[in-house]
């Protein structure tokens, strides 16, 4: 919870190594826990709907036997505290800095009986129902921190002021946008998916989505997200992470009613490359539109599963008779002139770069078949 209280989002490849230690190969599923239990954590913050763990409690009798060291309460703060580390005090106005020091002095109370006895209080009665008040207090306490931080009026004007900044450096930023737009590599896989982190902890909430699933690729503020996702997973696919690729889509599939960004055409070239023809004639069946990358994943489909059959030729002749610009994806010289019009040509360059040739590579005598006259 502590990561939510922070100004800025701290990016899991600092923090996990921070508070958790390196993450060992093969224990992925740690991993993907750690990570499902931070976004609930973001998203009960922005929705400030907080409270502690169930188990930390503060008993009225035997307040020393829950602030053992291995009790949850103490383990619960000593944990904030360790997270609360990453703000930088020194850039912090005076009202969140007086913000933050009561927070943490009420979470160090907590950690240890022997810290709770000089922050609540040496004479027994005082000492208990101080203990006690702070208790019942430390959401609310939290919350505060948290409006102080991220949402009061003068986090708003900071975050507009910022944006005006004459000294904002547009190069850097439009350096990286190339970047992410260009390669295909772990550095700008990386940088991807610290913005979709951040943009999934600011505003793309698992509440966002669930209030606007009907619309949601319609919005204008959930845009740079679906194109940051879809790029991650055309970089996962180019890189050779087929599994990657298909988990990203299949989770993204879903955000899209209107698939705008044709990630379908990404996720059929998957299922090709793992041959999973079940899958890919549901997707085709749910999701095709009769569009060129459509009737090319259907026809390659047909001679996978059939061969050069009388059916697999009749969609093999609908799709070069429809779409002439098929011959890019075996003879690429032809979209040098001006042999196809500038729109069909695009159509197709479109599902080129979804991995439109690669799956076709894939299945033994794909493009040759497709190439010959029949």
């Given amino acids: 919870m502590g990561l939510g209280v922070t100004p800025q989002t701290v990016l899991p490849r ?21 990570m499902d239990f931070y976004n609930i954590c973001m998203d009960n913050i922005m929705c400030n709907s907080l409270r502690l763990p169930k188990r930390c409690v503060l008993p009225k009798m035997d307040i020393h036997l829950a602030l053992q060291d291995n009790m949850p309460l103490p383990s619960y703060c000593k944990g904030m505290l360790k997270a609360l580390t990453f703000i930088d005090r020194n850039t912090l106005r005076q009202e969140q800095l007086q913000s ?20 609540f209080g040496s004479e027994e009665f005082s000492f208990e129902k101080n203990a006690q ?14 409006h102080q931080m991220r949402f009061s009026e003068s986090c708003r004007e900071q975050g507009h002021n910022a944006v005006l900044n004459e000294d904002f450096d547009r190069k850097g930023v439009e350096a990286h946008l190339q970047g992410i737009l260009t390669k295909d590599d772990e550095t700008t896989l990386a940088l991807i998916n610290d913005l979709i982190l951040v943009i999934e902890r600011e505003l793309i909430t ?31 696919f180019n890189m050779g992470d087929i599994k990657a690729a298909t988990d990203e889509l299949e989770a993204l599939l879903p955000l899209t009613l209107n698939d705008a960004y044709k990630n379908r055409y990404q996720l059929y070239n ?15 069946s749910n999701k095709s539109e009769g569009s060129f990358g459509d009737l090319a994943t259907r026809t390659l489909l047909a001679y996978a599963q059939e061969g050069d059959t009388k059916s697999a030729r009749l969609l093999k002749t609908e799709l070069k008779s429809t779409y002439p610009a098929v011959e890019l994806l075996f003879d ?36 040759f078949w497709l190439k010959a006259k029949s």
């Fill in 100 to 119: 933050l020091n009561w927070l943490c002095e009420t979470l160090r109370g907590f950690s240890s009986y022997i810290n709770a006895r000089h922050v």
């Fill in 133 to 146: 008040y702070a208790k019942r207090i430390l959401t609310s306490r939290i919350s505060d921190t948290v």
């Fill in 206 to 236: 698992e509440n966002f989505k669930q209030r606007h699933q009907m619309a949601f690729d319609k919005l204008y503020e959930a845009q740079p997200y679906l194109i940051l996702r879809s790029r991650k997973a055309q970089i996962q």
């Fill in 332 to 367: 690429p010289a032809k979209g040098d002139g001006k042999s196809h019009c500038e729109l069909s040509a695009d159509t197709v360059n479109e599902y080129i770069n979804r991995g439109g040739k690669k799956a076709w590579c894939s299945v033994s005598g794909g493009l």
């Fill in 14 to 34: 600092l923090w996990i190594t921070k508070l958790f230690g390196e993450i060992a190969s093969g224990q992925e599923s740690h991993l993907k826990s750690l």
């Fill in 270 to 284: 998957c299922y090709i490359k793992q041959k999973s023809w079940s899958s890919l004639d549901q997707l085709l």
